[in-house]
């Protein structure tokens, strides 16, 4: 039986696990699910009643941390969490990094304002992205552009949960009408390039833009 993956395509955490589960070649059910209007029968799969959620046979999950934690043992290879333990708990800890820090800016301000706000024919409050460029997110920045060096992924030398939550919430961002600035911050930026343009991410974000730019035109 083919897992089920429950959420909506331009929620970041949605796509963690769906590039999560694209980068392994495992083959899923996307199910939508509106965050604004679950139906009342999703609660049986998330008390949250929030995306994404994860339907495995019988077993159900929510979180995206907590459902990618599960596929990785149901499907170690390739791995995408590491194999030592100090670089297992940096995975997780720039896991956590994206999913709050830089999830409460880049999708919660920047993008909902931009983007969902406008699509639900509510006004943008521009005055709260501005604040979250300007203010809330550089410091953000140069930690991570600090952080990341002169490597290619931000733990390790390989591909991780890591790299996938950043990346997401980066995604939503651009889809805010903002990027990183290279000048500023130049191996962040090529960073995200760079991850965006893998086959898992770039078949997301492809459908994903068209969809947007058909919607508010």
Known sequence: ???????????????????????KGVEYEPVHIDPNDPPPDY??????????????GDRVLADSAVICAYLERRFPEPAL?????????RT????????????VNCTRTIFRNRVVMRLLGRDCD??????????AL??????????LGEHDFFVGERLTVADIAMVSQFTNMQH????????????LAAY?????????????IEKESGFIRKALG
Do not use: T
């Not at 969490?81 to 708990?89: G, M």
């Open 176 to 187: 805010g009408g903002e990027e990183i600035d290279a000048d500023r911050w130049p191996r």
């Open 81 to 89: 969490y590491p194999d030592d333990d100090y670089e297992y708990a």
């Open 1 to 23: 039986m083919a897992l089920k993956i429950y959420g909506a395509a331009l929620s970041p955490f949605v796509r963690k696990v769906r590039v999560f589960l694209d980068e």
């Open 192 to 204: 995200v390039e760079r991850i965006q343009a893998r086959a898992a991410f770039q078949q997301h």
């Open 138 to 147: 550089p410091p953000h920045l140069d930690y991570l552009e600090e952080q």
């Open 92 to 103: 997780l800890w720039f896991e956590k990094y994206a999913d709050e820090e830089l999830g």
């Open 43 to 56: 609660r049986a799969i998330n008390p949250l009643m929030r995306i994404p959620a994860l339907a495995d």
């Open 126 to 135: 521009e005055q709260a992205v501005q604040q979250a460029c300007a203010e």
